[in-house]
Nanobody
Framework: QVHLRESGGGLVQPGGSLKLSCVAS????????MGWFRQAPGKEREFVACISANGLSTFYAEESLKGRFTVSRDNAGNTVWLQMNSLKSEDTAVYYC??????????????????WGQGTQVTVSS
């Protein structure tokens, strides 16, 4: 059984930065692409970013996110990060990490992911 645990969320002012972490336990996820999703109140869960199993390829939801968010992972495959810069109020959401069934990206649909964390709240407000 794989468990994913996110951390690093919190309250930040507009323009600020946060770095989210996702740690896997149970087994190594070095053979799995990993992704980040977010869900704002009253909205559906949406794709944010993903990274391939070997860490060499990334994909972002849109250009505006690519310029502000950076997804990365460690070589052991147990930790994935999401660096978020220049945060905006519309980035406020619960952020989830997930492990995909395959190795390659892009993997943008929640249905393509097998394991999910419990989420971490990110609030951008002055």
């Amino acid at each position: 059984q794989v468990h994913l645990r996110e951390s690093g969320g919190g309250l930040v002012q507009p323009g600020g930065s946060l770095k989210l972490s996702c740690v896997a336990s149970g087994r190594s996820l070095s053979d799995n692409a990993m992704g980040w999703f977010r869900q704002a109140p009253g909205k559906e869960r949406e794709f944010v970013a993903c990274i391939s199993a070997n860490g060499l390829s990334t994909f972002y939801a849109e250009e505006s996110l690519k310029g502000r968010f950076t997804v990365s992972r460690d070589n052991a495959g147990n930790t994935v990060w999401l660096q978020m810069n220049s945060l905006k109020s519309e980035d406020t959401a619960v952020y989830y990490c997930a492990a995909a069934a395959g190795r390659t990206v892009p993997v943008t649909s929640p249905s393509q992911y097998d394991y999910w964390g419990q989420g971490t709240q990110v609030t951008v407000s002055s």
